[in-house]
């Protein structure tokens, strides 16, 4: 039996993460167990001097080592590579995750083995086993969520996680993968796994969720899909399932597809708080960025959540393409009109995957080429808030943006009264990670999608 360890980097973007359980490499684990494999982990998350872990474990004879990564954990992922090969070159080291699947390109300079573009499900099995000099595996998707074996949580140490929804004690669950929007700005758009919808049946979301109940004692949930009410018909019948359980949790919805219906449901449902991308106050930038909203529309999202009682959450982006001072400055109206109960607001980042990465020359949006490997892309290091910009429309620089975002988010947490330092919210019992839109234009599986669910075909998920 061929041993494996995998292994998730810490992510030191984040002010903490140990909040958000790393589910996408615990599901590699539990299908390469299903598949006969030997596996451990090595979570690194929360860990600032890791180096003696990875190499202690290194010198310990595995088959292969797999390594996950976002674009933002990129360079850990490099570090923690060149740790086991400085140990013995010999050793297999396999990098999957995000970042290799929409930017495998960004990956072939360095010295992992292979390097997994697709569902970890698949691919982690064709990579262990593959001995050919052929660096990068093309991964086919797994099409039936519902077969994958729930995240092996047994391999990490779940009590060293903190997430609070409301005061209680939480943990993340997936019910669906995938979106079918285009946001301009979004990894993924142009890949099935990160495009096409692939739900699990309601009845195998319930069975999770009533073990995690019977095991761990949870009874609130983050359920961290891209947006959870993209099949209406679907997201009904879930909250009632939540509803006969008393069961609460915290979810990512879209505007356009939220309505009164959808709402009264999700309150019944347990639901504490809503998130969603507003991104921007302007609908001139909405327009441009695809993302199928408008001012209006995200209003009434907040309208409606105050309404049944839920909590309103806003992310918003400065620095998309095209934008100008004017732009900026709707967004800082749209944030004091609607009021949502909490926001933040970040800079446009670009990463390998999104439309204006890809197709960098559609938009107005100027950034140099990032070293994702050298760079932290990201705004904050641990609870220390760095805010840098990469880019710069026509109208902006980089230095007048982040002057931007700091004034912007400055007078609107004192006009809301915010009592919570930025990145805070009673998410956690500690400072809780910033969590950024998913991004996400109607589509043709969008539209499959609402002629599916009209139909009289619809059944469970």
Same mark, same amino acid.
């Given at each position: ?275 969603? /991308?507003?991104? *921007?106050? @302007? ?10 909203? %408008?001012? #209006?529309?995200? =209003? ?125 919210? /009673?998410?956690? *019992?500690? @400072? ?10 109607? %589509?043709? #599986?969008?539209? =499959? ?13």
């Amino acid at each position: 039996m061929k041993k494996i360890v995998l292994i998730t980097p810490p992510s030191p973007y984040l002010l903490s993460d140990k909040a958000i359980v790393p589910l996408g490499i615990l599901y590699v684990a539990s299908m390469l167990q299903q598949q006969g494999y030997e596996v451990e982990v090595l979570d690194l998350t929360g860990k600032k001097d890791y180096e003696k872990d990875v190499m202690n474990v290194a010198t310990k004879g595995y088959d292969a080592f797999g390594i996950t990564a976002t674009s933002p954990d990129f360079g850990q992922a490099v570090q923690i590579l060149d740790l086991i090969k400085q140990v013995s070159p010999k050793n297999k080291v396999i990098l999957g995750g995000p970042h290799a699947t929409v930017g495998p390109q960004t990956c072939m300079p360095y010295n992992f083995d292979k390097i997994v573009q697709g569902d970890g499900w698949t691919g982690a099995k064709i990579a262990i086993e593959d001995e050919s000099n052929q660096k990068l595996i093309f991964a086919p998707m797994f099409e039936n969520f519902d077969d994958a074996p729930w995240p092996a949580r047994d391999l990490i140490d779940m009590d060293s996680y903190e997430y609070y929804i409301g005061g209680i004690r939480s943990t993340n669950v997936m019910t669906q993968l995938g979106c079918p929007y285009g946001c301009v700005f979004c990894c993924g758009r142009d890949i099935q796994e990160y495009r096409k919808m692939r739900l699990r049946s309601v009845s195998n979301v319930m069975q999770e969720l009533d073990m995690l109940h019977d095991k761990y004692g949870f009874e609130s949930f983050m359920v961290y899909d891209d947006e959870i009410n993209i099949m209406k018909k679907r997201t009904l019948e879930l909250m009632e399932e939540f509803k006969n359980r008393k069961y609460r949790f915290r979810a990512y919805i879209k505007t356009n597809l939220f309505d009164d219906e959808s709402a009264k449901a999700m309150a019944e449902g347990g639901a504490y708080e809503l998130s969603t /991308g507003v991104e *921007s106050g @302007s609908d001139k930038v909405l327009q441009t960025i695809q993302k199928a909203t %408008t001012y #209006e529309i995200n =209003k009434k999202f907040v309208e409606l959540c105050h309404k049944y009682g839920i909590k309103a959450k806003a992310f918003c982006i400065v620095g998309l393409p095209g934008e100008t001072y004017e732009d900026v400055m709707l967004t800082k109206k749209w944030i004091l009109d609607a009021k949502p109960d909490y926001f933040t607001i970040s800079i446009n980042t670009p990463y390998p995957g999104a439309p204006e990465y890809d197709h960098r020359e559609k938009y107005d949006l100027e950034f140099g080429e990032i070293d994702y490997a050298k760079e932290q892309v990201s705004h904050s290091t641990y609870g220390k808030k760095e805010w840098k910009s990469y880019v710069r429309t026509s109208s902006l620089s980089a230095e007048e943006l982040v002057k931007l975002r700091d004034e912007v988010e400055k007078e609107c947490r004192e006009k809301l009264g915010y009592v919570f330092p930025p990145g805070e919210g /009673g998410h956690g *019992s500690h @400072s809780s990670p910033y969590e950024y839109s998913m991004g996400q234009g109607l %589509t043709d #599986e969008l539209l =499959k999608i609402q002629k599916f669910q009209q139909s009289d075909s619809y059944k469970d998920g």
